[in-house]
């Protein structure tokens, strides 16, 4: 009866709250999900966080440093749309630290040169976009809700990082020929986060049926590449995949097969700088150990002066 009712609410657009009652596997679910999403927000600071005292202006700084600001924030709504589900914050990242937890495959990849925060904006941003608005329609009410309070701002960042590689496009042959580097080695990369292909997907089935996920990784992952070919015309730059063709039956980019043993590799800890930036945020968090503590005693006396 319970189930049916979940299902029948999930069938009919109801948003699954978190006093509603809910299968176990439907938490769990959403458990890995959220918490994989909110720590790669955390973890993805790393590689532009690199540039922030490199950025070339004031301006270029001034917005990289906010965005970096906005991905702390974006995890910090996820993470609390996560402990909804009755799982604490330490617990979270105890299991990213114990590599049970996984985050996007993306920032396991070095940025180079300046033109990396370029292709970090435009595509990073841009597939992560394209992935979060879907999740904006996501069953699980906390979860859209952050996912709406994110795209707000993520579209920003995808602007920044297409205004960086527009304008290095179109500047010297060296700025050029850094920008056109910077996408080639950024471009497979980027629609690798969208996950294997649907057919060796385990998870996509269950998302699907309990509307966790609208839209599997190929849809998602085809509707970021027809988007992206034109942005890159119009610049002048060349996306590095020769298979790249206009389908005019499908009405649709044709497009190559990706390394999927590159992938598989980077998804289970083996990529360039796996290692790195896992023992960054260890050290991190343990360097902020009496800030956590601080608030505590903080809000601990906060709570016994309004008693
Ligand atoms: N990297 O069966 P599926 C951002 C894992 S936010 C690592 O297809 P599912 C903002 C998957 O977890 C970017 N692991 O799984 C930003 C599963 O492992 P598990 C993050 C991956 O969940 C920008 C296994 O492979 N966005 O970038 C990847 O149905 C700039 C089997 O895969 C989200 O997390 C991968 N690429 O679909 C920040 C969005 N792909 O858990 C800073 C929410 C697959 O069974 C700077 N998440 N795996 O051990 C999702 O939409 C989904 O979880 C997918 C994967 C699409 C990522």
């Not at 596997?25 to 973890?43: D, G, P, T």
């Not at 990242?93 to 049970?100: R, W």
């Not at 996007?104 to 435009?122: E, K, Q, R, V």
Request: with cysteine; hydrophobic share 35%.
């Amino acid at each position: 009866m319970k189930e049916e009712h979940f299902q029948k609410q999930i069938d009919t657009e109801q948003k699954i709250e978190p006093k509603d009652w809910m299968p176990e596997q439907y938490r769990k679910h959403l458990i890995r999900q959220i918490s994989q999403h909110a720590h790669s927000e955390v973890i993805g600071m790393q590689p532009e966080g690199n540039w922030i005292t490199r950025a070339p202006s004031l301006r270029a700084k001034m917005i990289l440093l906010a965005k970096v600001q906005d991905e702390a924030g974006h995890g910090l709504y996820l993470y609390s749309a996560c402990e909804t589900l009755g799982i604490s914050r330490e617990k979270l990242v105890q299991q990213l630290h114990d590599e049970k937890a996984k985050y996007s495959s993306i920032f396991n990849y070095p940025t180079l040169t300046w033109a990396d925060m370029g292709a970090i904006g435009w595509l990073v941003d841009g597939a992560a976009i394209i992935n979060q608005v879907s999740l904006q329609r996501t069953s699980y009410g906390p979860y859209s809700r952050a996912m709406i309070k994110i795209c707000k701002e993520e579209s920003f960042h995808q602007r920044q990082g297409y205004e960086i590689m527009a304008e290095m496009a179109k500047g010297t042959p060296e700025q050029k020929t850094m920008a056109q580097d910077a996408l080639n080695r950024f471009w497979w990369p980027s629609i690798m986060m969208f996950g294997p292909q649907d057919s060796e997907s385990p998870r996509t089935g269950n998302a699907m049926k309990w509307k966790i996920k609208r839209q599997t990784n190929d849809e998602l992952r085809q509707s970021f590449i027809d988007k992206t070919v034109g942005q890159a015309e119009i610049i002048g730059l060349k996306i590095p995949d020769p298979d790249l063709k206009w389908n005019e039956e499908r009405k649709h980019y044709d497009f190559g097969e990706m390394d999927w043993e590159e992938f598989w590799n980077v998804v289970n800890g083996n990529g360039p700088c796996n290692k790195q930036r896992l023992a960054h945020h260890k050290k991190a968090h343990d360097e902020g150990e009496w800030v956590r503590n601080a608030a505590q005693e903080y809000a601990k006396k906060q709570e016994s002066a309004t008693n």
